[in-house]
């Protein structure tokens, strides 16, 4: 099913990196972060740092990381695109900045992981921000295994014929 993909395959996560070792080789991948999960994962890396919640710096951070992955939807002028990026990149260095300036090293170390591949779909003029309809889908999948006791392998043909309507425009 993967050679039917175009390539480059945009490929979104929210930062696991192991499906890679399945995909190498077989297709070109571009990663793109789930922005969706930036600001949140966040939350938990600050957390880990001892950052009180709903403190001053925590909301500092958190605030500055939902604005940074808001992207407006249909901008298509290319210079356009490119300025919201650079500002988008400065805004982020500035928030690790801070980090690193409060001594949040989860955080710090989360955001420089995340960075280089926060834009990647925004750069490439490609459709991909967030996983949220695929969170959706798993919630639900999920759910129908543990109460309704769907099978392993009838969930995962849902999931795939999902997925593939979804990001590929497949129709069953």
């Known amino acids: 099913m993967i050679k039917k993909f175009k390539e480059p395959f945009l490929l979104l996560t929210d930062g696991d990196t192991s499906i890679f070792e399945s995909l190498k080789g077989k297709v070109a991948v571009l990663v793109q972060r789930c922005l969706w999960h ?3 994962q966040a939350q938990y890396a600050l957390w880990s740092d001892g950052v009180k919640r709903k403190s001053r710096e925590w ?5 500055e990381l939902m604005e940074i992955c808001a992207i407006r939807p249909l901008v298509d002028c290319p210079d356009t695109i490119k300025a919201m990026i650079e500002s988008k990149k400065a805004r982020l260095k500035k928030v690790i900045d801070y980090c690193q300036e409060k001594e949040f090293k989860r955080c710090v170390s989360y955001l420089e992981n ?3 591949d ?12 967030t996983t949220s309809r695929v969170e ?8 129908r295994v543990n109460v309704s006791k ?6 995962l043909n849902v999931t795939k014929v999902r997925l593939a309507y979804y990001y590929n ?4």
């Open 150 to 155: 769907w099978s392993t392998e009838g969930a």
């Open 118 to 129: 926060m834009f990647t779909a925004l750069e490439n003029r490609l459709a991909g921000k």
């Open 59 to 63: 909301l500092h951070v958190v605030a």
């Open 114 to 116: 995340a960075r280089e």
């Open 136 to 143: 959706r889908l798993f919630r639900t999948v999920n759910m």
């Open 169 to 172: 425009g497949f129709d069953a």
């Open 38 to 40: 930036i600001p949140y």
